[in-house]
């Protein structure tokens, strides 16, 4: 994954500054989430590594595959990517590309774990109260439901955890009691 991650960040970083001059930040976004899934896909992904495929034939197949969906900057970019055969890095490309655009928009995504399922008015709530803790415009992702928390929740925004559950204090509660 590191390495995958190393080869990806010149890439990402390359397609952000394009995309961030052009002003075209969201649509480069979907754009590239959409080819890291067909990326992704494992039957395309031996289709393409057949050594009978020249390296415009996987082009070509891979925007075929991806569809009308890529604009011709981003049909481009993809093609270039294949013809330097680092196709196995544009999930990492595509995550990376979101990352530098979370920071440079002040926002970040989050999801929640809670105890009970959260009402609209919650979750506007919590990511009203979130975007003043962290300083920055909050997208909760996805909430899911876990009873065993008791109540409260767990959020998770990139390496950032925020335990505010009851379980998660109990279990603080017992370890300073045992030590």
Same mark, same amino acid.
């Given at each position: 994954m590191a390495e995958l991650t190393t080869v990806a960040r010149p890439y990402a970083k390359a397609a952000f500054e394009? !995309?961030?001059e052009k002003g075209l930040l969201a649509e480069w976004s979907a754009q590239l989430a959409l080819a890291a899934a067909v990326a992704s896909d494992d039957d395309f992904a031996r289709y393409l590594a057949r050594p009978l495929l020249t /390296?415009? %034939? %996987?082009a070509e197949a891979f925007l075929k !595959? !991806? +569809?009308d969906k890529l604009g011709g900057d981003v049909r481009n970019?993809?093609?270039e990517i294949v013809h330097n055969k680092r196709v196995d890095a544009l999930p990492a490309i595509?995550? =990376?590309f979101d990352a530098l655009? !979370?920071?440079f928009e002040q926002a970040a995504n /989050? /999801? /929640?774990l809670s105890a009970y399922e959260l009402s609209d008015a919650q979750r506007q709530t919590l990511a009203a109260k979130l975007g003043q803790k962290l300083g920055r415009k909050i997208d909760i992702e996805e909430v899911t439901v876990d009873r065993s928390l008791i109540g409260g929740v767990v959020i998770r925004s +990139?390496? =950032?955890v925020i335990d505010a559950s009851v379980r998660g204090k109990l279990n603080k509660l017992a370890a300073t009691l045992n030590s």
């Open positions: 394009f !995309a961030r /390296v415009e %034939q %996987q !595959a !991806a +569809g970019f993809v093609t595509a995550d =990376l655009r !979370a920071e /989050v /999801v /929640v +990139g390496d =950032l």
